[in-house]
């Protein structure tokens, strides 16, 4: 499956993005999704997942009631709500596919990545 990722950009804190991930290539309803981030310097941390229909999602307590993943299987593309921004926030956002049911929050259990898209949180 190939993903592309976009709706990223430059905003002040406690703003708000909201991220997409488009997929193609198998069907997007057989895969959990997930976003991760990498900040410069740092590893690739897990932000969110959610299962194949949507059903069960995971946050990183860094995001918890700030984020929101959904998904939209007939238009093959998951979301990213983004709310109330912080500095620390800003990161390359990537999302994900897993052949799993429920989702992970591994990076190692992730089988497609996108690109990512850049998400910047000004002071």
């Known amino acids: 499956v190939q993903l592309q990722a976009s709706g990223g950009g430059l905003v002040q804190a406690g703003g708000s993005l909201r991220l997409s991930c488009a997929a193609s290539?198998?069907?997007?309803?057989?895969?959990?999704m997930g976003w991760f981030r990498q900040a410069p310097g740092k590893e690739r941390e897990f932000v969110t997942a959610?299962?194949?229909?949507?059903?069960?999602?995971y946050y990183a307590d860094s995001v918890k009631g700030r984020f929101t993943i959904s998904r939209d299987n007939a238009k093959n593309t998951v979301y990213l709500q983004m709310n109330s921004l912080k500095p620390e926030d800003t990161a390359v956002y990537y999302c994900?596919?897993?052949?799993?049911?429920?989702?992970?929050?591994?990076?190692?259990?992730?089988?497609?990545w996108g690109q990512g898209t850049l998400v910047t949180v000004s002071s």
């Open positions: 994900a596919a897993d052949r799993s049911v429920a989702g992970a929050t591994s990076v190692y259990d992730y089988d497609y």
């Open positions: 290539g198998r069907t997007f309803s057989g895969y959990a």
């Open positions: 959610i299962s194949r229909y949507g059903a069960t999602t």
